[in-house]
């Protein structure tokens, strides 16, 4: 893998294309101070222009250099969280080009925690644009298997570490307004933001900043998805008039031509569900029925990816 490394950050050099691991999903990286790489990787994932990325970085102190302002709680949160699946929304300084914030006053840092993200970003030494690698409004990849599906021709090099650990994108926190704000839930629970700072934090409002994650039909299957009350699910098999693939917690039905059971554990089922969205997408049934996970905050990031999902 050092070798590989070491290549990856020549390409990464020279303008190219190099997708790897972090803890959360596999990003899509180019050098995030050169706009023809940028542009290359808006093109290879059919990204809308004028849509922001996340900058990531091996440390926090290099991460802090694109921001001109870092309040008290950007320290206090790269403290606790960094490295980790934690992205922090900042006031932006000359370093963060409008080619990476989409022409905002904003920038997206991230210090992911996955050795082989750290080594790679360690070996490049400065700041990697890194969407998530797949095709812009589609679903997540979480293995180096997935990255091929989607960008195959785009990429230069795909590094190959598994699958991701945690399995849906880092938690987005706006720390650029007068409170802190979440954009994105994910594996760092709100809790646990609100402990660290100690204050209350609010949910995403009308004036939150554009972010393409918050477009309604996103991380989506091709496949028509529903969200079903996990009550109503059974009714809803029975009623099918077409092939329908399910992802539930219950044992398979018999009348189900496709089904995936899910694990009644968030984590573990926020690691599995990009895979299982995969799955379902190519049982090529007519549509997919997902049974709704509890109404509990440590379901908040996988009822968020899922309502997504389903439109
Ligand atoms: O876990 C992750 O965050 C993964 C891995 C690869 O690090 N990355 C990821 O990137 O999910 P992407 O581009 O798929 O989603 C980034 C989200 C988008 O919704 C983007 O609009 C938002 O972050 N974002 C980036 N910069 C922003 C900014 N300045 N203000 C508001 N939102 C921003
Ligand atoms: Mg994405």
């Known amino acids: 893998m050092t070798s590989e490394v070491r290549r990856a950050a020549q ?23 050169n706009p023809e790489a940028v542009a290359r990787l808006y093109a290879a994932k059919r990204r ?13 102190g ?6 001109r302002e870092v309040p008290e709680s950007a320290g206090k949160l790269a403290a606790r969280f960094w490295p980790g699946p934690l992205t922090l929304i900042l006031k932006r300084s000359p370093k963060a080009r409008d080619f990476v914030t989409g022409s905002q006053d904003t920038v ?4 992911p925690a996955h050795p082989v993200a750290q080594r790679l970003l360690r070996e490049f030494g400065g700041g990697v644009a890194a969407p998530s690698a797949n095709i812009f409004g589609k679903v997540s990849a979480t293995t180096a298997a997935h990255v091929l599906e989607d960008l195959a021709a785009a990429a230069d090099l795909v590094l190959d570490a598994g ?46 900043p ?3 994650g918050g477009h309604a039909r996103h991380y989506a299957p091709k496949t028509p998805a529903r ?17 329908v693939a399910v992802l539930a917690f219950s044992r398979p039905d018999e009348r189900v031509d496709f089904w995936i059971r899910m694990p009644r554990e968030p984590k573990a089922y926020a690691r599995r569900l990009y895979a ?18 509890p109404d509990a905050p440590e379901w908040a990031a996988v009822r968020d990816r899922l309502s997504r999902a389903t439109g």
């Open 227 to 243: 969200l079903v009350p996990a009550h109503d699910l059974d009714r809803e098999i029975a009623s099918a008039k077409a092939s």
């Open 62 to 67: 290099r991460a802090f250099e694109w921001a």
């Open 48 to 60: 809308p222009a004028g849509h922001p990325v996340i900058v990531h970085f091996a440390d926090a």
């Open 163 to 208: 699958a991701s650990e945690i399995g849906i994108e880092s938690t987005i926190v706006d720390l650029s307004g007068k409170t802190p704000v979440i954009l994105r839930p994910g594996a760092i629970a709100k809790r646990q933001l609100e402990e660290a700072l100690n204050v209350r934090i609010g949910e995403k409002g009308a004036r939150a």
């Open 11 to 33: 390409i990464l050099r020279a303008g190219g294309l190099v997708a790897f691991p972090t803890e959360t999903v596999y990003g899509l990286g180019a050098d995030a101070s």
């Open 108 to 111: 997206g840092l991230r210090v």
């Open 210 to 212: 554009r972010h393409s």
């Open 276 to 293: 299982a969205l995969r799955e379902l997408d190519g049982a090529d049934c007519e549509t997919i029925l997902i049974e709704a996970p």
